[in-house]
């Protein structure tokens, strides 16, 4: 996490003005000045400042003023102050109402160095409370994982088992799964889950900027890095860190994670310091690792040392039995969301959902949901209402598409009933002609005379012209 920090110095002298900056500007730090209050408030309306140095006595506006501004329209940012001789009184006074320290002049630049230090410590602190604390309130237990299938089942099962070790975890599976809400649930319900869960996109960010994100600079190791800077490895110490899209991190990054793994030990990106952290790394992909391993674009060390404890989840298509759920679930998610009254769903257009293929898994279920609960009219999704990827589906038959809850279904009558609708519609098709019927349903036509003879269908009427 690498956190802004600007500073404004506010000052009617310009001496002071140009001391400040030009010791600031060496130590690294990214300044702005002005020369009284109002000028202050006008650039802090324009650009967020973390810091505000200003000095306590100047015409027109002092600096308790300008303390009471920023304690009223930006209390989230530090007011230092600087104080003249005989005024430690007011100083005092100033630290009551809200300001982060005060400086006596002439300020001595190790004492400025030191209190800014501080600030930007405390600044961290605090977002990575912020952080915790939102991570906390979205708490992902399995609670959030909607779906009772044997294969998701199988996954909690898993996640119980492993997320109180520290073992490396493989999450495997296509765009869409949900392998970051299994990565979570790993996390949280590990003995980690107060600390950070910090995930990254090894994907989306370039190489050399993947490096410094992951392992941290220190201060001076390439032009603009002027101050050290902590790594997603050390943020997440004692948490965990996933690493998302880990086929696409290059072979460079692959050698110092490697590293990492075998003895959870690295350097900054031009450091030369040995950091040891104490990081439990989850990682996923939706790419075929072990292809790459035997294409030679994945050390194959490295995918022995991340897979671990591999959990595979498995595509939509393979649980079709937890679409219903799903659908519930993002129906009143999303109708609570927008405030729109809870809609039902027709039988026909949930198994037309089930029988979809659901190339985007379960992010392509959930947007389709949110769309549906939007743009459907009545308060019954049919299956009009359903795009025509989904509505050209064949709705297959299953337990829940043929209305029976628990009991079981007659399998073979089912089945009866599925074929003999099929051999009716495929008569209709040809106008009555054996030949062409069996075609269409890859039976040789004898066959087909005997499923009917001994069924006792008759030919249909042929479709209507
Ligand atoms: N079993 C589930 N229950 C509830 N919501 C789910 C489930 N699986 C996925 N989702 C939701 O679907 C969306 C996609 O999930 P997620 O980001 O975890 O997928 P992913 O496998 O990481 O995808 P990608 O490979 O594209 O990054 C998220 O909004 C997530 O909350
Ligand atoms: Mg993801």
Known sequence: MKLP???????????????????????????????????AIRKARQ?????????????????????????????????????GVGTIATAVEAMKQGAFDYLSKPAKSDEILLVLKRAEEMMLLRAENDLLRSQLKERYCFDKIIGKSEPMQA???????????????????????????????????????????IPINCGAIPEELLESELFGHEKGSFTGAYREHLGRFELAHQGTIFLDEIGEMS????????RF???????????????????????????????????????????????VIPIRVPPLRERIEDIPLLIQHFL?????????????????????????????????????????????????????????????????????????????????????????????????KAGGVKNQAAKLLGLNRTTLIEKMKKKKLCCPDPPDK
Do not use: C
């Open 5 to 39: 920090f600007r500073i404004l110095i506010v000052d009617d002298d310009p001496g002071t003005l140009e001391a400040i900056s030009d010791l600031l500007k060496e130590a690294g730090y990214e300044i702005d000045v002005a020369s009284n209050g109002q000028e």
């Open 47 to 83: 650009n967020k400042f973390e810091v505000v140095i200003t000095d306590l006595s100047m015409p027109r506006m002092d600096g308790m003023e300008l303390l009471g501004h920023f304690m009223k329209h930006q209390p989230d940012t530090y007011v230092i102050m600087l104080t």
């Open 155 to 197: 996954i909690y099962r898993m996640i119980e088992r492993v997320a109180r070790t520290d073992s490396t975890i493989l999450i495997t599976g296509e765009s869409g799964t949900g392998k970051e809400l299994i990565a979570n649930a790993v996390h949280y319900n590990s003995e980690r889950k107060d600390k950070p869960f």
């Open 251 to 258: 072979p460079k990054l692959q050698v110092k994670l490697l």
């Open 261 to 307: 793994l075998q003895e959870k030990k690295f350097e900054r990106v031009g450091g030369a310091r040995t950091i040891q952290v104490d990081t439990r790394i989850v990682a996923a992909t939706n790419k075929d690792l072990e292809k790459m391993v035997s294409a030679g674009s994945f050390r194959e060390d490295l995918f022995y040392r991340l897979n």
């Open 332 to 428: 009143k998610q999303h109708s609570q969301k927008k405030d729109i009254p809870l809609k039902r769903i027709s039988k026909a257009a949930l198994s037309a959902m089930q029988a979809y293929s659901w190339p985007g898994n379960v992010r392509e279920l959930e947007n389709a949901i949110e769309r549906l609960v939007i743009l459907t009219e009545g308060d019954e999704i049919q299956m009009e209402d359903l795009p025509q990827r989904m509505a050209q589906m064949q709705a297959k038959p299953s337990f829940s598409t043929i209305g029976i809850e628990g009991g079981g279904i007659d399998l073979k009558g089912t089945l009866e009933e599925l074929e003999n609708s099929l051999i009716l519609e495929a008569l209709k």
